[in-house]
């Protein structure tokens, strides 16, 4: 199964960005079993590249465990490792970092194929430039951008195997 770069639905709680003119991008993955949102937040932050980045966060005093996943999961709590609910609905959920800057995006969709689509997407906050009345990405992220889309891809790929591990 393939990583596909995707349009935002225009329904979708990351199409804020899209309407603010901020940077947002998303993909999408297809796999056979009927997956919901639950299930897919925790095989995607419980899977190997997530548990490493995981991982590192703690060293920067965002520490999480596979306790937290769970409750993430199941809805218990809004704060998790370097992220908070900012929204969540029946098959979506959008998660800020705790600087406010970017958020991450998972959504699971039933296309007319039978299987489920698992979505993942970032939204990037404009920043305002010092001394310029124009907010834009930040050098770091536009010079970083191809890494981050590639990530993107890994990370995703990443909770599908961990979602066909669980068949």
């Given at each position: 199964m393939t990583i596909q770069a995707t349009e935002i639905p225009s329904s979708a709680l990351l199409h804020g960005h899209v309407e603010r003119g901020e940077y947002a991008d998303a993909f999408y993955t297809d796999i056979s079993d009927s997956v919901n949102?639950?299930?897919?937040?925790?095989?995607?932050?419980?899977s190997r590249v997530m548990r490493a980045e995981r991982f590192?966060?703690?060293f920067i005093g965002k520490p999480s465990?596979?306790?937290?996943?769970?409750?993430l999961a199941t809805g218990e709590i809004c704060e998790f490792a370097a992220w908070s609910v900012a929204e969540?609905?029946?098959?979506?959920?959008l998660l800020p970092?705790?600087?406010?800057?970017?958020?991450?995006?998972?959504?699971?969709?039933?296309?007319s194929t039978g299987k489920t689509r698992l979505?993942?997407?970032?939204?990037?906050?404009?920043?305002?430039?010092?001394?310029?009345g124009a907010a834009g990405l930040n050098m770091f992220f536009?010079?970083?951008?191809?890494?981050h889309l590639l990530y993107s891809k890994v990370l995703l790929r990443s909770a599908r195997n961990?979602?066909?591990k669980l068949d």
């Open positions: 949102l639950s299930a897919y937040i925790r095989a995607f932050y419980s590192i966060l703690k465990s596979a306790d937290q996943v769970e409750m969540r609905l029946e098959n979506e959920i970092d705790f600087h406010d800057r970017t958020c991450s995006w998972l959504m699971v969709s039933y296309p979505h993942f997407g970032t939204g990037v906050h404009r920043m305002r430039q010092q001394g310029e536009r010079a970083t951008n191809g890494l961990q979602l066909e």
